[in-house]
């Protein structure tokens, strides 16, 4: 089950940089500033993951 946790960290940051890239492209949509809100929150969301994993693998 932890595994599930830093899998699902490993996904949010990876989207998270796939979102820093895309706004580097010319002629984007979304606009940028909608990039770089979902790469904050996708960022966040595996910070959040990880910690979970972690706190789960002291438990375990």
Do not use: D, E, T, W
């Amino acid at each position: 089950m932890m595994n599930l946790f830093f899998f699902l960290s490993i996904l949010s940051f990876l989207a998270s940089i796939h979102f820093l890239v895309s706004i580097k492209k010319p002629g984007v949509y979304p606009p940028k500033y909608m990039l770089k809100k979902r790469s904050v929150a996708m960022a966040a969301g595996g910070l959040i993951f990880f910690l979970i994993g972690c706190i789960v693998s002291l438990f375990h």
